[in-house]
């Protein structure tokens, strides 16, 4: 095991009927709070309601933005930051799914500078403040609700970047499952593949693989999401897997899984990102599609990593390493199938005679994230194994 620092603040707040708790939590930070959500799917399901009862009831002045898309975008962020500004608000308070939190997490840093908030998602600024943010989770997926991170896409331009910086972990994190009760089924899946690609990022990349507990931690945490989101496809309802998979999509990416494994990459994100920034694609569902095939690239080269994982997860026992780490990585993408998730370009509706495009966008990506290796050749190498 490499040495390590684990540190996060976040406090969570975690179980059904906790929402009530957003404004004593909130008031903590100050006195007028930019309230800021997507579009109507927290007003169908009560939980808008809910907020502002208990941010009221603390005395807090709400101020409301709305209107944050499915990764979000720039010049909506920028709206926002100018909003806050305006109306000179203390704290964030963010409900929503990951797009919300990071948007709040962007418009946080950004009111607290004149830069162009851009500037730190290219890594031209660094971020020395920002406003306190507050979270009201409503779907498992990114971890947005205990990391330091925060994903955004410059429409103009099609880069989908991220910072990660201390400044943004959210203050608190309120997380009811029962929030996610109504989660369709396709963005249900699309989260659990998410949970399962944050998981497991690091486990195939680790610099270091002598790293049994972060390994069993993973591999405990993937077949329990895939459990779960089998009961979830058919009882949307059921609270104690709604629950399991809300606390396994905060674990996945909240720094615990990747405490002293060394270095890691997170290369699939980095592809991705590529797709949901020139198309239009859930995240998920992007990663549904580059996961696989990037697993075949790497595999070809070391298949340690991936048979551990098709013996763990698959209980699957070629005769050779090589064979039962593509076996097992058959295995991943007939159940991302099987869930709903796309795992071809074609399935995503992303046509292939753009791969070297996606692969000119990705490398930038690569480039300014300091991945080694991931060339335009690479990328459309594993694009091509993603057909
Ligand atoms: N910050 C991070 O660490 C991190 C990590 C991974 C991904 N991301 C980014 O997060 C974004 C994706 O976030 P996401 O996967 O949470 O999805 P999302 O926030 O984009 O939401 C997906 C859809 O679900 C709807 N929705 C949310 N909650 C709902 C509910 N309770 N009932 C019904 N519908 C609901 C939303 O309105 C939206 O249409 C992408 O931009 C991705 O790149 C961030």
Partial sequence: MKNFEFWNPTK????????????QEAQKFGKKALL???????????????????????????????????????SHVQKGI????????DLIVTVGGGSVIDTGKAIAAGAKT?????????????????????????????GSEMNFTSVLTNEATQQKYAIDTPWIFPKVSILDPTTTYSVPKNYTAYGAIDIISHATEGYF???????????????????????????????????????TIMWA????????????IGYYEFPTHMIEHSLSSMYDIAHGAG????TPGWMKYMCQQ???????????????????????????????????????????????????EEIPQIAANAEQAAILWKLKGYTQEVIIEILNLCR
């Fill in 205 to 243: 990349t680790c610099e270091d693989t002598w790293t049994p507990i972060q390994d069993r931690f993973t591999e405990g945490l993937v077949k329990t999401v895939m459990e779960c989101t089998e009961t979830l496809l058919k009882t949307p309802t059921d609270y104690q897997a709604r629950a």
């Fill in 12 to 23: 969570i707040i975690f179980g059904q009927d906790t929402i009530s708790q957003i404004g």
């Fill in 82 to 89: 100018a909003y806050a500004k305006q109306k000179q608000v």
């Fill in 114 to 142: 004149d830069r162009d908030v851009w500037d730190f998602y290219i890594y031209q600024a660094t971020i020395e403040d920002a406003l306190p943010v507050l979270a009201v989770l409503t779907l498992a997926a990114t």
């Fill in 302 to 352: 070391s298949p340690t990593r991936f048979a551990q994982f098709a013996k763990r997860i698959f209980g699957i026992h070629e005769d050779s390493t090589a064979k039962t780490a593509e076996k097992g990585i058959e295995m991943l993408k007939a159940w991302f199938e099987k869930i709903g998730g796309p795992t071809t370009l074609s399935a995503g509706n992303i046509p292939a």
């Fill in 36 to 74: 800021v959500y997507g579009k109507s799917s927290i007003k169908q399901n009560g939980v808008y309601d809910k907020v502002l009862k208990s941010l009221r009831a603390a005395q807090l002045e709400v101020v409301e933005f709305s209107g944050v898309k499915s990764n979000p975008v720039l």
């Fill in 287 to 290: 990663l549904s599609i580059v």
């Fill in 249 to 260: 999509s905060t674990l996945a990416l909240n720094g615990l899984l990747t405490a002293g």
